[in-house]
């Protein structure tokens, strides 16, 4: 099956360009202009005028079905990737998780267990580390080896998954052997615990107090901890979900003096503030998260870092639950309120609006935050993240004009509130090709379920040294 997307603009992380693409099965063919004047056939024709095309978005942060706090995220593999088409991304990683006292393996079996043959897109895993022993560090080397080379390690949540620092620097000592990467949840656990017990002493249980609990500064302490750890192991880092100006300095001063740190963050810390964590009665627990939502004027700093390349990614921690049911767990007790927002299906439209739209940057450094980079530090590049010939033709035909109205009404995904709800944002996907197969046209589901294969990745493609 030959398709050909004529009379469009195709925008990646490197220029724009006005050119059609052949689709030649599940790959990109041809980049080139006036493709069928000069003869090029296809069986069926898609036109792109007036409208942009772009990679399919990589959402590199992700969690389906995850158990946390006696409930499990809302969305499943098959809601959350379908969700996450409906908005113009193609692939996402996923966090499997080691129990403690268990393997890595058996996370990864886990996971892979859930997504096979319910994803409809692309996938691929990290593994969440929260035991560093010798087993666990020999099993790196695997799965490595088996496509699996990234580690998340937490500075956080004592009681569960929390690394100390020497453990931290024994798995980023074993990633400098086997070409793996730490990335790491960057917030001071034991001193948050110890506010939090401070707060709810004094009878503090409200939303807004799981945010005040968890202040900037140890997030920058603790970023600067994993990033010195990196710079004594001799490695990369990345920092996730990087909600803070205090971090984000961490991360730019480290990157002036050579550093190759990196970091993500996410739309929640662009969009939303402590504020709405504060809304009246329990309407703040839509918003808890971990990091926690910041002052408002974080945000222009996040955005600022991503103009600037100290802020290399956007992904969305996406870890939805319900409000009615799910959140409500934590009436009377912040602490009960299960951590994650939905933001999956937004993404792309949200940065678009933010950044593009709002002339914060322009398209191709839009496409590199949402597509390229991610597919570069994440082992899937030129495969994924870039529209040449020989990647796979996962493509998105975007209106970067046309403006919806975000809404729990009208999303995809399985969850009972939006974050955004009434937000009006300009820009939003047309058409959506995964591997040659269009999944999603003009608002509707075409495509066939469970579409999705399992990603092996490589290390890093970007030079250990970037
Ligand atoms: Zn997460």
């Not at 909600?243 to 990196?262: M, N, Y």
């Not at 945000?299 to 290399?312: I, V």
Request: proline fraction near 5%; hydrophobic fraction near 40%; charge should be negative.
């Amino acid at each position: 099956m030959r398709t050909l997307i004529v009379n469009g603009t195709v925008v990646t992380a490197d220029g724009s360009v006005r050119a059609d693409v052949l689709v030649d099965g599940e790959q990109v063919a041809l980049v080139e202009p006036d493709l069928p004047a000069r003869g090029v056939t296809a069986e069926a024709t898609v036109d792109a005028a007036g409208r942009w095309v772009v990679p399919g978005a990589i959402d590199v942060h992700t969690h389906f079905e995850l158990p946390l706090g006696g409930t499990a995220a809302k969305d499943t593999w098959a809601t959350g990737t379908t969700a996450a088409a409906f908005g113009g991304t193609t692939t996402v990683i996923d966090f499997a998780a080691q129990q403690r006292g268990g393997s890595l393996r058996a996370g990864v079996d886990a996971s892979l267990a859930q997504a096979e043959g319910r994803a409809a897109i692309d996938y691929g895993l990290h593994i969440m580390v929260s035991d560093v022993n010798d087993a666990s560090l020999a099993e790196m080397d695997l799965l490595v080896a088996d496509g699996v080379p990234t580690f998340k390690l937490f500075t956080a949540y004592p009681e569960t998954t929390m690394s100390d620092d020497g453990a931290i620097y024994r798995a980023m000592r074993r990633a400098a052997v086997n070409g793996g990467l730490v990335m790491i949840h960057a917030e001071n656990g034991l001193a948050i615990d110890a506010i939090v017990a401070e707060n709810i002493a004094l009878g503090r249980t409200e939303p807004v107090w799981h945010g005040r609990s968890r202040p900037a500064v140890l997030e920058g302490e603790a970023t600067n901890r994993a990033i010195r750890l990196a710079e004594v192991a001799g490695v990369p880092v990345y920092i996730v979900h990087l909600s803070s100006r205090d971090a984000l300095e961490e991360v730019r001063t480290a990157r002036r003096r050579g550093t190759p740190a990196w970091a993500e963050t996410c739309p929640q810390y662009l969009f939303l503030s402590l504020d709405d964590l504060d809304r009246p009665g329990f309407e703040g627990a839509k918003f808890v998260c971990s990091p926690p939502l910041r002052p408002r004027d974080h945000q222009e700093d996040l955005w600022d870092g991503l103009a600037a390349g100290d802020l290399q990614a956007v992904a969305t921690d996406h870890c939805p639950f319900d409000f009615h049911g799910q959140k409500e767990l934590g009436r009377g007790d912040f602490r009960r309120i299960p951590n994650g927002l939905p933001g999956i299906e937004d993404r792309v439209d949200l940065v678009h609006h933010g950044g593009v739209a709002a002339g914060r940057f322009g398209p191709e450094r839009w496409v590199d935050i949402v597509a390229t980079t991610p597919a570069k530090l994440f082992g899937l590049y030129p495969r994924k993240g870039t529209i040449a010939p020989g990647s796979d033709a996962d493509l998105v035909i975007y209106d970067h004009a046309r403006r919806r109205t975000i809404s729990a009404a009208t999303h995809h995904m399985n969850v009972d509130y939006s974050c955004y709800e009434g937000l009006e944002v300009q820009g939003a996907a047309d058409l959506v090709m995964s591997r040659g197969a269009v999944l999603v046209r003009d608002g509707t589901w075409v495509g066939p379920a469970g579409h999705g294969r399992f990603l092996r990745r490589a290390p890093a493609t970007f030079a250990r040294g970037a």
